[in-house]
Each structure stands twice: as C-alpha cells, then as structure tokens.
C-alpha cells in the first residue's frame, strides 16, 4: 500500500496518530519494530500501545484535575486511546484505569478496522529523507535510530530512567490483614488493597530497602537522572526516613477496620486486568534484583506469600531537546517534514504521550489537505503542554513533564484559591471549543467529516 505519512513507533503516540490519520482517509504505514524478531529491555509483548509501566491513566476528573481535563479533551477529539481505554477500564476510584491485553488489543482491532493504515513489523534506523513522517518511537527508542536522530540534530538526546512496579496475583495476598478501601473512601470501596504497617514494622521495612542488593547500570545508562514522578522507591528511602510516609506509602485516610485507627505506613495495590486476578503495588518501581525484591516485598504485612506476575525494573527513557529542535507544530526544524510526537518530545505520561500523538496526526492532516493549522490555546490543556513541549520550557534544563495546571496561564483576575482548578477547567473548555470553530477540523476532510464526541 502507498501511504500519505510513514509513522515509525506503534506506541500510544504512533497509535493515536495513525487513527487520527486513518480514519480521515489519508493511508498511513505504521513501523513497529516488536514482532519482527525485535524487543526493548521493557516490553513483554508485540501488541500496539502496550502498556509497561503502571496500568493506570490517572485521575478522571475533567473539572478540579489536569489530568482529567485532558482525558476530556481527548474524547471531544475522538482519540483512540480514551475510547480503547472505555472498553478496557477495570475499577480504580476516581482514576481511569485498564485492562493492558484489552486495551492493547482494542488499539490493534480498531486500526487495522479502518482499512486506510497498513501495520508493518520493521526496525527503522534512519530518520526518513521524504515524504511526511512522525517519529513517535517513545522511550526506548532503538540505538541506531536515536544515534541517527542525534546526527540530525546535532543536540545530545538526553536520558532519565523510567521504572517499572511489581505485580501481584491476587489470590496471593492475605486478606485477613490487607482490606479494600480507597482513601478517605472514595470510590466503590474496593479500589485498592491495603497492607498496613506498624512502627516497627515500617523501620525494617526502609532498612531494608537501603540494604538491598540493586542490579548494576550498564555502561551507557550511569550518571542518567531519574525522573521525579517515577522515583524507585529505594532511592526514595534514602531521601530520608519518613519520605515513603509522605509519598507512595502514606496512611493518611485510610481507616484500618481491624483497628480503627491509621497505620505507621500503608502499601496499596491497585487492579491490573479486568478480572481483578493481578494487582501492581502502587509507587514500587525499583532497581533492586528480584530475590532482593521477593525476599524484602514478603515482609509486607499481608503480602508474606506474595506470588509476583511480574517484578520491578528500570529502564532508560530517551527525549530530545524539543524547545529548541521543534517548531510549534512539532516539527523538526532542520527537516519540517518530520514530525516528532510522544514520551520522544519530552511529554511524560501515557496520556501526555497520547494527546501530542493525537495533535501530531491531525496537525499532518491538515497540511496534507491544505488547511492552515493554529495549535490550540495554552488555556487548554493540548494547548498548555504543546507549548510546553514547543518553546515555553527552559531549553538548558529541560525535563519531562506531565500536564499540570502550573503549564496553563494564571488568571488575569482575582480568583480564589479554592476556585482556582475550577476556573482552569471551565476556561479551558470554552476556549477548546472556540478553537474546534475556527479551525473547523469536522469539514472538508478527505474522508468522512470528523464527529466531535461530548
């Protein structure tokens, strides 16, 4: 099949963009290297937009959170993601959380639905020389075609480490010490899995973690910064005693039923899959080797016959210098006619790495069509975190970033405090829906108009 735009990356990102290209009727090739004798240090299998990581998308709540904002606006722009993520979604309080073989799957049968974009199993190694391209190849991005990207640029990438929690079968955890609850309980109330810690226990707990053995950096991975919003949870301990506390372990809202009281510390876990069998230990991304993570993790109360799916790990994450290297339409500067999309831009977060897959494919929609393109309004939150990731970040000290409200202008007037996420929220839908106006994506388009969901 001819295609109108070569897509390199089956992630989140290149998976949003090729729907978002497809289903306009533009032919897409979408490159994926899993599934054609090759893996990253990260993934398991050879399924579009795979989720490594945590298997939740966060909070979705569209009016008093960034997050949720975005989720909302992704739905108005009919993305793939938010629509797999409705069929996938298993139970997690006021968070969108899913399936990771459903969602997957769900990516996987909607595109290849649209008939218009073609999923080959190719390595690609080189930044394509025409034709319009989105390199959306994500944080594990092969070695020859990060160093190819490099050459282009003529900018070091740079690197932080993103960590992977252990997970849990559920059928494995004592439920006469663990109980179901979600914090100051909100939710259906069996959200989460609680394993409570005393005193004592917490002690021998963050001793341990600094004593454990850790798996070595390999050569090329030493002297990488962590990421702040993916912290393991050794290095978490070592900031300080009571850091876990205030962090990934807190007791704060949740009442013990046994005892009525908070614990010292609390170790949830969250549902991984639809049928409630596997749960992730909610912040315990770790370096540790694996015996060292068994043989620590069991001293969790409740978790002292823990059988694991799936342990710890820690992977390289790789982004490149997108304030200076790309316009506002996401373009490479030296070479506009690619585009970069995803974690590669220095967006974090499944979502954040969706939504610029998502304007990625319809900014190349509208060029391949003729139209004219104004990126949305910082007020919004696509707006907000492209411009972040466009020029608005401090170039020399650039780090990924999930979308937050401190990306979104601050009000011109007096607005209470209490009222602040609320006035975000409120002025980013009525700016979005100014923008849908005028830029009257839903017509002319060479497929099908586009049908604005919400």
Partial sequence: MSYDVHIIGGGLAGSEAAWQLGKRGLKVRLSEMRGSGEMTAAHQTDGLAELV?????RSDDAESNAVGLLHQEMRTLDSLTMAAAEVAKVPAGSALAV?????????????????????????VDALPADGLAIIATGPLTAMALAENIRGATGETSLAFFDAIAPIVYHDSIDMDVAWYASRWDKGDGKDYINCPMNKEQYLAFHAGLITAEKAEFKEWEKDTPYFEGCMPIEVMAERGLDTLRFGPMKPVGLDNPKTGRWPHAVVQLRQDNKMGSIWNMVGFQTKMKHAAQVELFRTIPGLEKAEFARLGGLHRNTFIRSPILLDRQL??????????AGQITGCEGYVESAAVGLMAGIMAAQELSGRSFTPPPITTAFGALLSHITGDAEADSYQPMNINFGLFPQ????????????????????DLAGWLSNQKLNTDSPASPLVLAG
């Fill in 331 to 340: 373009r490479l500067k030296s070479s506009p006619h690619i585009r970069f």
């Fill in 411 to 430: 009000p011109e007037g007096k607005v209470h405090k209490k009222e602040r996420k609320a006035f975000y929220t409120n002025r980013a839908r009525t």
């Fill in 53 to 57: 990581c945590s298997n939740s998308f």
């Fill in 99 to 123: 399936d990771r073989d459903v969602f997957s799957a769900e990516v996987m049968r909607r595109l290849q639905a649209l008939g218009t974009v073609e999923i080959v199993r190719e390595r």
